[in-house]
T-cell receptor, first 114, second 113 residues
Framework: GESVGLHLPTLSVQEGDNSIINCAYS??????FIWYKQESGKGPQFIID?????DKRQGQRVTVLLNKTVKHLSLQIAATQPGDSAVYFC?????????????FGKGTLLTVNP | DAMVIQNPRYQVTQFGKPVTLSCSQT?????MYWYQQKSSQAPKLLFH???????NEADTPDNFQSRRPNTSFCFLDIRSPGLGDAAMYLC????????????FGPGTRLTVT
């Protein structure tokens, strides 16, 4: 099965700094990953995804890096803003078996200080 | 322009009193999911529908049931809510079951008194 976890439960940064949120996964056959942002009282919101045939993908102010060798991915947020304060979840999909199922990590609470 | 809509946003029910949560989608997606999310935890998949095909997770209690009368709507029925069922219930959809994004609704916060 897939196990996805996060290194740090909380992260506090200053407005304007870059943020890096890390995530480790256990199944080397995992082929698809998503980062979600969840604000208090709301549902998870898609940020960016990456397939296992890539090692980097960029969006608007966000970059996801995938290191399959060490089974690690990270979400980088450039010029972090107060509106970025939320819980960030990584989720991974394992190939085969229950290949529809996304397994979520525990979440990292990002706090942006003005 | 809401794509995944959940009603109600907040639901209070009594211990043991059946409750139904609803989800609708305007995306015409084939797959609809129900997740349970407790405070400070990750969403946990309860079950999903792929079209009309119901797929239950092995560890989902029998107390939780679901119905999907058509493509747009999906319901979560909790037959006899216990205090431990208080949580946020999230509905999500995806175009298919492959490597595609899941779109989440805003969730229904269930309180059991």
């Amino acid at each position: 099965g897939e196990s996805v976890g996060l290194h740090l439960p909380t992260l506090s940064v200053q407005e304007g700094d870059n943020s890096i949120i890390n995530c480790a996964y256990s199944n080397s056959a995992s082929d698809y990953f998503i980062w979600y942002k969840q604000e208090s009282g709301k549902g998870p919101q898609f940020i960016i995804d990456i397939r296992s045939n890539m090692d980097k993908r960029q969006g608007q102010r966000v970059t996801v890096l995938l290191n399959k060798t060490v089974k690690h991915l990270s979400l980088q947020i450039a010029a972090t803003q107060p509106g970025d304060s939320a819980v960030y979840f990584c989720a991974g999909r394992a190939v085969g078996g229950s290949n529809y199922k996304l397994t979520f990590g525990k979440g990292t609470l990002l706090t942006v200080n003005p | 322009d809401a794509m995944v809509i959940q009603n109600p946003r907040y639901q209070v029910t009594q211990f043991g009193k059946p409750v139904t949560l609803s989800c609708s989608q305007t995306l015409n997606h084939n797959v609809m999911y129900w997740y349970q999310q407790k405070s400070s935890q990750a969403p946990k998949l309860l079950f999903h529908y792929y079209d009309k095909d119901f797929n239950n997770e092995a560890d989902t209690p029998d107390n939780f049931q679901s119905r999907r009368p058509n493509t747009s709507f999906c319901f979560l029925d909790i037959r006899s809510p216990g205090l431990g069922d208080a949580a946020m219930y999230l509905c999500a959809t995806s175009r298919d079951r492959g490597r595609t994004e899941q779109y989440f609704g805003p969730g229904t916060r269930l309180t059991v008194t």
